[in-house]
């Protein structure tokens, strides 16, 4: 199948199931009874129904995940609330996985060296590629990693995955220029296509498929001054297989190693020829056609998206239980002015007098 009839069948396969798609601030979700009973899925609405009951699901309100990391940060105390939440978090779901993964890809040794150790951050500094500002820079040949934004506070980061199950923007870009790192140390060469390179770095960086689908995100990268050089119709190929193989499990090392191999470009079909004999072969190890490959892609969307209602909660529950009193007493004198706001409103004193 060309790539642009892939492109086309998996448009029409998301937008007949559009009622499973999962919470998004930009993709509103529909309830199961609008989706067209000829396209309904069982496999994916076992997946929707726990992912809707958790989105509603939680320990506590914003102003008290904020209360309670202030207080985290008043007893010094952030750091092993953290870990703790992380923890549970690693064991549970595979929400931060990417993150613990380039974390321990930059700690392995290559040759008696360190990613860690001739990799510098640089944070808060101007980041600008063909006269453009850009979130985050690799330099390949002198490694160096540049984000524009500050380094996110370790409280910041506590409060960002109880308040939404994801770390701040600024690890996100770190974690997108950590992967570039990975991709130009874990190779034989320097030479990879770079539509792969990019669509891989933006993949690990997003939390949703359904926030950034294939189509927006090719049309950001596509018609900015930062990407000139990347071919549109190979960046188009490179995030429909790149989205696919996280979907079918593969971890980012195995990704990089792939596209380090991923044989010659095929100007009429639309694809790498390497990466088109590893993919039939996953698709045949796991008794997959088009469609299935389609469902994985979405149930793996799916699956994310309850990982990352779990994350939430799971850390909303460290800071409940670290906190309980601070958070009850809260609790208690926010009933007590919402109690008091009724008897106001409705005060006979407040009615005024009729006039006779």
């Not at 914003?62 to 609330?81: D, F, G, K, W």
């Not at 792939?258 to 590893?278: F, P, V």
């Amino acid at each position: 199948m060309g790539l642009e009839r892939r492109l086309e069948f998996a448009n029409s396969f998301r937008n007949a199931r559009n009622g499973y798609m999962p919470d998004t601030d930009l993709w509103p979700p529909y309830p199961l009874k609008d989706i067209d009973p000829s396209h309904s899925d069982p496999a994916l609405e076992n997946l929707k129904l726990p992912e809707e009951k958790l989105r509603r699901e939680r320990v506590l309100k914003t102003s008290e995940i904020h209360l309670a990391c202030e207080r985290a940060e008043e007893t010094n105390s952030v750091l092993p609330l953290i870990r703790k939440a992380f923890g549970e978090i690693r064991q549970k779901t595979s929400t931060l996985a990417v993150y613990f993964e380039l974390d321990e890809l930059f700690k392995r040794d290559i040759n008696g060296k360190k990613l860690t150790d001739f990799v510098p951050f640089q944070w808060g500094v101007p980041c600008i590629v063909n006269g453009e500002r850009a979130k985050g820079i690799y330099y390949i040949d002198k490694p160096l990693i540049k984000i524009a934004e500050k380094q996110p506070r370790t409280r910041e980061t506590l409060e960002s995955v109880a308040q939404y199950g994801v770390l701040p923007p600024a690890i996100q870009t770190g974690m997108h220029e950590m992967t570039h790192a990975v991709q130009f140390n874990f190779g034989p060469s320097k030479k990879i296509p770079p539509e792969l390179v990019e669509a891989q770095a933006y993949r690990t960086e997003q939390i949703s498929l359904a926030r950034k689908p294939h189509d927006t995100l090719v049309n950001d990268v596509a018609t900015s001054k930062l990407y000139q050089h990347l071919d549109r119709r190979r960046f188009d190929s490179a995030v429909w297989i790149i989205d696919r193989f996280n979907a079918l499990g593969l971890s980012q090392e195995e990704i990089v190693q792939r596209i380090h191999n991923s044989g010659e470009w095929d100007e009429k079909k639309g694809s790498w020829t390497g990466l088109e004999q590893k993919l039939a072969m996953d698709m045949k190890r796991r008794d997959l056609d088009e469609e299935g490959l389609e469902q994985t892609v979405m149930a793996y969307d799916l699956n994310r998206a309850i990982d990352r209602h779990t994350a939430r909660i799971i850390t909303q529950g460290v800071l409940r239980e670290a906190f309980k009193g601070e958070i009850d007493k809260r609790r208690r004198e926010d009933e007590k002015w919402s109690k008091g706001q009724s008897v106001t409103v409705y005060s006979r004193s407040r009615i005024p007098a009729l006039s006779s």
